[in-house]
């Protein structure tokens, strides 16, 4: 199975359980936001798919391969954009992008012409030979993408990858990638903004540990806006 697929995958913090039995799939070329409030279980759930946590129960697979079984191949099938921005400031844009590769066995060759292409995909050719430190935002942002996307995986996994930026800067970044899906890159985008969702784009509902809704985001809604449902859906009950 292609794509990305999660399956009753669940995870507990002690007697604390930050994952309940969460399922969903997302097809190849699809965008789909991984929406929850702070708290929802988001950033455990990223930390599953990457491997830095095993699920206590359940199954993750990336374009076919299964996290638990064989986590290396499932891994080189994945770009991460993590939360927190990791770039080496005091290098140049195409550095960063070279020294990933090489961390990556990309071939020297083969790496320069992907970089070439990644930055051309998002916009950034004109920047390459830029220092990292006077980049905005939203260029550093674009950058990471195009670092993630070296290494040629089938699944872009974004955790909340506009914090920060402005709203000019979040609506570029978002329309790359989206532009990106629709060129065949699976992508899933987490984000607490409901903003950020299209009404096609594919929305799964997180909330304390349990996808409440998983559909087209349009459908989901049934025509209301999607910041009503989804305020409706998470906000905490009355004391």
Request: net charge neutral; aromatic share 4%; hydrophobic share 45%.
């Amino acid at each position: 199975m292609s794509g990305l697929s999660v399956e009753d995958v669940r995870y507990a913090y002690g007697a604390k359980t930050a994952l309940d039995g969460v399922s969903f799939r997302v097809p190849p070329g699809r965008f789909c936001a991984l929406l929850g409030p702070n708290g929802a279980g988001k950033s455990t759930l990223f930390a599953l798919l990457t491997g830095l946590l095993r699920p206590q129960a359940g199954r993750i697979a990336v374009a076919g391969q299964d996290m638990g079984r064989s986590p290396r191949e499932a891994l080189a099938r994945m770009g991460v954009v993590f939360q927190t921005q990791t770039l080496d400031p005091d290098l140049t844009v195409a550095q960063n992008l070279r020294y990933f590769a090489a961390l990556q066995g990309v071939p020297h060759g083969i790496a320069g012409l992907r970089a070439e292409s990644a930055l051309d995909r998002l916009r950034m050719a004109e920047r390459a030979g830029e220092k990292v430190r006077a980049l905005n935002g939203g260029h550093r942002r674009r950058t990471e993408i195009a670092r993630a996307l070296l290494h040629d995986p089938d699944v872009l996994l974004l955790d909340e990858p506009t914090v920060g930026l402005d709203a000019a800067a979040r609506a570029a970044i978002t329309d790359h990638v989206h532009a990106l899906a629709a060129e065949g890159l699976t992508v899933l985008w987490a984000t607490h903004l409901a903003d950020e969702v299209r009404p096609d784009d594919a929305l799964v509902i997180l909330h304390r540990g349990r996808v409440l809704r998983d559909g087209r985001a349009g459908d989901v809604t049934g025509g209301a806006p999607l910041a009503d449902t989804f305020l409706a859906l998470t906000e905490p009950e009355p004391a």
